[in-house]
């Protein structure tokens, strides 16, 4: 029999396990700064980061049927820097995503142009970069080139609960601006990448913060994606985002104009 007195000692020694992660847990505003800080202009060289590439895994859950989509494949981004300064809505950002499965898709931009290649389709879809942000038609995922303005972008808050069974950060954001693609957007964030920002003075390379984001529609929809295998700062080259249109594929336009074959 446990006498009354060990069964006190147990009880507060388990709580206290059970509760470690949260006693030492960041401050939120540390969390933010994690999020944000590797992907500004005036972050100082050695704690920016420049490009990264990564496998992912996708799972898109449609409300209206009840069904969850399957997919993965691997994203390379790159951030431009012109002499260090970036423009005032961000550096020009370049970016593959090859969707392996459960079909073949490519979307690639070069920093001007966007190409969504659907072979199933045998199709080309081709966007003037800008006029589709300013549309407000990019993807929902399209914050993942855009890390450096979050706290600009959304209203960021703790989720609950704040921390995951591995001491990782949760955060939810929801946008400053009505958006008919975004109702709120859940970010899991690297508890090694706190730690580091929190030591920057002895941490020998930049730490990609981000394990994994969950994007919630005003339909109910969601969108998860999962990175691992992830390479920081390894020279990416320009040539990556390329694309050049297969013969025999449709372009098509935004404006509805359609040209090759």
Known sequence: ???????????????????????????LSDVVNTLETPFQAETAAEYRILDYSADFSQESKIASLDRLQRANGRVEVVFGYRGGQAKPTGPEVKFRWQYDSPTTQEIVSDGKTMWVYLPENNQVIESNLERVNQADQSDPMAFLTGLGNLSRDFSISWAMPQQDTDGNYVLQMTPRQSSSLVDKLVIVVDR??????????????????????????????STVIQFSNLRVNHG????????????????VRPTGEKTGF
């Open 192 to 221: 090694h990448a706190v730690e580091s920002f929190q030591n920057r003075g002895k941490a020998k390379r930049p730490w990609f913060p981000i394990l994994s984001t969950t994007v919630y529609d005003p339909n109910g929809n």
């Open 1 to 27: 029999m446990i006498k009354k007195g060990v069964f006190i000692a147990l009880s507060l020694a388990i709580g206290l396990a059970v509760t470690a992660p949260y006693a030492w847990a960041a401050a």
């Open 236 to 251: 990416i080259p320009d040539t990556v985002f390329d694309f050049i249109v297969p013969e025999g594929v449709q372009v």
